[in-house]
């Protein structure tokens, strides 16, 4: 069976967890790490390359593993569903 997550471009990854997911970067380290806080969430550091795409394994991992959200509603937030 293949992964229903899609691959993401950084950015996108980014704003799928600022905007959909509340986080807000707290800070930066060495321009392509960034630790990101969101109320309620765990802290995360996400490693931000520009233009870099990241495969749907790693998208899924971000938002299962690290966000903590299930299956469906990590496939609702990436697809912009929420």
Do not use: C, W
């Not at 980014?14 to 802290?43: F, I, K, N």
């Not at 899924?60 to 469906?72: A, N, T, Y």
């Amino acid at each position: 069976m293949s992964n229903p997550f899609p691959s993401l471009k950084a950015a996108a990854m980014l704003r799928v967890l600022t905007r959909e997911l509340g986080y807000q970067v707290a800070r930066e380290a060495g321009g392509s790490h960034r630790r990101l806080v969101a109320e309620g969430r765990p802290p995360l550091t996400f490693a931000f390359h520009q233009g870099a795409t990241l495969p749907p394994g790693v998208v899924r991992d971000i938002l299962m593993k690290q966000v903590g959200l299930d299956r469906q509603t990590a496939l609702k937030v990436v697809r912009g569903e929420r």
